[in-house]
């Protein structure tokens, strides 16, 4: 029993030896060759896969990319309008979303527009800037508001980025509830 252990031992180790050895020239056998050397084409260049023989296609005309919400209001004075009639916030108002509207406001908004909606935030205060409106002294609608959360207007960014879509309409949710505050 023993012989049979170092002779099993013996081999194994000559086996490990005599792999090391083998003929660098010769590449091993290969179960898919092209896994191994794939093609890589850059985006804008020329691929012979495709049907109009470019690497980068074009979304199907008509989809929508996941996890966003077409918006169909563009980034014009008539599209400000056309919101500020015609939109509508699909969200129901609940503490929930007051509460994260309130959430979003105080990290986007407050620095400009101030705690209550009133124009009066650090940056103005520190003159930084100019002319930020008071909530109650505009006529907006939610429509309007969502409108410039989306595209900014005047000196204000966009914050489309920064924010979802649910998001946005939480925070002009809070926005319609300090402009209420205002006028009472």
């Keep these: 029993m023993k012989n049979i252990l170092k002779i099993t031992i ?4 000559m086996m ?8 660098k020239s010769k590449p091993n056998y290969q179960y898919m060759p092209d896994m191994y050397h794939s093609v890589g084409y850059e985006t804008y ?3 012979p896969n495709y049907a109009n023989g470019m690497t980068t296609q074009l979304p199907v005309e008509g989809t929508i990319a996941r996890g966003q919400v ?3 209001y563009p980034n014009t004075n008539e599209g400000y309008e056309a919101a500020k009639l015609e939109s509508k916030n699909p969200l129901e108002v609940t503490e929930t979303n ?17 705690k209550t909606g009133a ?7 520190r003159d930084k800037f100019l002319g930020i409106p008071n909530y109650k002294d505009r006529d907006i609608t939610e429509g309007s508001i969502y409108q410039v959360i989306m595209y900014g207007r005047n000196m204000m960014g966009s914050h ?3 924010l979802t879509v649910k998001e946005r309409w939480q925070t002009t949710m809070y926005v319609e509830q ?3 505050d205002l006028l009472k």
């Design 10 to 13: 013996a081999l194994a180790f």
């Design 16 to 23: 490990i030896l005599s792999s090391c050895w083998t003929d």
């Design 45 to 47: 260049s020329e691929n």
């Design 70 to 72: 077409p918006y169909d």
């Design 98 to 114: 007051l509460e994260n509207g309130k959430k979003m406001y105080t990290i986007y908004c407050v620095s400009c527009h101030g």
């Design 119 to 125: 124009g009066d935030g650090v940056l103005v205060q």
């Design 160 to 162: 489309a980025s920064q």
């Design 178 to 180: 300090l402009r209420n």
